[in-house]
């Protein structure tokens, strides 16, 4: 393996902040619809492509080493849907219903 890049949880924070200048994300008081959760995957798209660019990631360190990042430590906290958030993935026969948990190595996904 190569050198490793360092993304800083500032540097994380400081792309949030640019991102948030451009897309609002609402915060639903009820249930999240499927525009809300777009609308985060929008930002956090915004962010992703800010960052590879600052770091000048490849494609490789960017698919797998984006999503190594604790984002709980960051601002993107205040706009992660509850629900992707902490989720817990219990070997069983039978999938969820909310479609979380059918990649074990990337519940969310």
Avoid: M
């Avoid at 897309?23 to 985060?40: F, M, R």
């Avoid at 800010?50 to 706009?79: F, M, Q, W």
């Amino acid at each position: 393996n190569g050198p490793q890049t360092c993304i800083t949880y500032d540097a994380v924070n400081a792309a949030y902040l640019e991102a948030r200048k451009r897309i609002h994300v609402s915060q639903p008081h009820g249930d999240y619809k499927s525009e809300d959760v777009a609308t985060v995957g929008e930002l956090l798209l915004d962010i992703s492509i800010n960052l590879a660019r600052t770091y000048g990631l490849s494609y490789e360190e960017i698919e797998k080493g984006l999503p190594l990042i604790d984002t709980s430590k960051t601002l993107i906290r205040e706009v992660c849907p509850p629900f992707l958030s902490n989720v817990e993935c219990r070997p069983g026969k039978y999938r969820r219903y909310d479609g979380l948990c059918t990649n074990l190595e990337h519940p969310t996904w």
